[in-house]
């Protein structure tokens, strides 16, 4: 039971390039998210999908796009990536949705770096 | 838009108890109040959640005023592992019937020897 997976564990990218972060999790949720912490910050929600084929924005989804590819799967792509997108990128998941008072499992992080 | 306010820091020394308060004026009826730590380079990790009154758990206890604008999370006999960021975390329902997960800025704790 490994809960929640990211990859790459970090990534350089130069601008204007684009990557997808994947996030998986093995632990039957429904709902997952997309969150960016930058330095000495606290966490920021970026799109949330509160079930599988469902996703929607949170406070921060300019120039990010998701897909829940399934009930496992949630990614991440950076069409453009630009240098306002350094930071680190936590994938979550809940069984239900979080708002509502069910505890989310957090991955390690990837850790972006735009040049 | 809502947002918690928290402490930016504490300090405190091993074996006091600790605690912590966040305001959320502007909680929906239907929001619970969520409580994470986070050490460096890790993922957020759950401690404790509840919706009003007293929650209590092996690890803390969550404090919940009648009106909910606010939430106290209370660490008992801290230890050094206990030095972490400690954030908050609340729904936001939006003009627009959206809602929001909305993090605290985070506490920093440090614990003394």
């Known amino acids: 039971n490994a809960g929640v997976t990211q990859t790459p564990k970090f990534q350089v990218l130069k601008t204007g390039q684009s990557m997808t972060l994947q996030c998986a999790q093995d632990m039957n949720h429904n709902s997952m998210y997309w969150y960016r912490q930058d330095p000495g910050m606290g966490l920021r929600l970026i799109y949330y999908s509160a079930s599988e084929g469902t996703t929607d924005k949170g406070e921060v989804p300019n120039g990010y796009n998701v897909s829940r590819l399934n009930k496992r799967e949630f990614s991440l792509r950076l069409e453009s990536a630009a240098p306002s997108q350094t930071s680190v990128y936590f994938c979550?998941?809940?069984?239900?949705?979080?708002?509502?008072?069910?505890?989310?499992?957090f991955g390690p992080g990837t850790r972006l770096t735009v040049t | 838009l809502a947002k918690t306010t928290q402490p930016i820091s504490m300090d405190s020394y091993e074996g006091q108890e600790v605690n912590i308060t966040c305001s959320h004026n502007n909680i929906a009826t239907n929001d619970y109040i969520t409580w994470y730590q986070q050490f460096p380079s890790q993922g957020p990790r759950f401690i404790i959640q509840?919706?009003?009154t007293k929650v209590t758990n092996e690890v803390a206890s969550l404090f919940i005023p009648a009106d909910r604008k606010s939430s106290t999370l209370s660490l008992p006999r801290v230890s050094l592992s206990d030095t972490a960021v400690y954030y908050c975390l609340v729904g936001d329902f939006r003009m627009d019937s959206s809602y929001k997960l909305i993090f605290g800025s985070g506490t920093r704790l440090l614990v003394r020897p």
């Open positions: 979550a998941s809940s069984e239900g949705t979080a708002d509502v008072g069910y505890e989310q499992y």
């Open positions: 509840g919706y009003k």
